[in-house]
Nanobody
Framework: VQLQASGGGLVQAGGSLRLSCAAS????????MGWFRQAPGKEREFVAA????????YYADSVKGRFTISRDNAKNTVYLQMNSLKPEDTAVYYC????????????????WGQGTQVTVSS
């Protein structure tokens, strides 16, 4: 599966952005999906994940209550709605796909998108 992330940009602290990740192929519903991010000089870290049907979601503590992950299997797309953004949310955001269960670890994911830059100014 090929993944294309979009929706990043520059936003002021307290603002919102919605990231999208479009997947190719006909088997999108058989992949758990996740969002990760990587800030300059830091390791890539888990942000959010969603199960095959969208019935289960998981969040990093740092974004819980501010970010929402969702998916539309008819459109082969996963979303990350980011509200109340903080400067520490600045990073390149990556979407990823895992066959079966994804979870919070990078090694669980089989396919990665190219990343989209999110910059939050103070």
């Amino acid at each position: 599966v090929q993944l294309q992330a979009s929706g990043g940009g520059l936003v002021q602290a307290g603002g919102s952005l919605r990231l999208s990740c479009a997947a190719s192929g006909r088997t999108f519903s058989s992949y758990a999906m996740g969002w990760f991010r990587q800030a300059p000089g830091k390791e890539r870290e888990f942000v959010a994940a969603i199960s095959l049907s969208g019935g289960s979601t998981y969040y990093a503590d740092s974004v819980k209550g501010r970010f929402t992950i969702s998916r539309d299997n008819a459109k082969n797309t996963v979303y990350l709605q980011m509200n109340s953004l903080k400067p520490e949310d600045t990073a390149v955001y990556y979407c990823a796909a895992a066959q079966g269960f994804g979870g919070t670890t990078l090694r669980s994911y089989d396919y990665w998108g190219q990343g989209t830059q999110v910059t939050v100014s103070s």
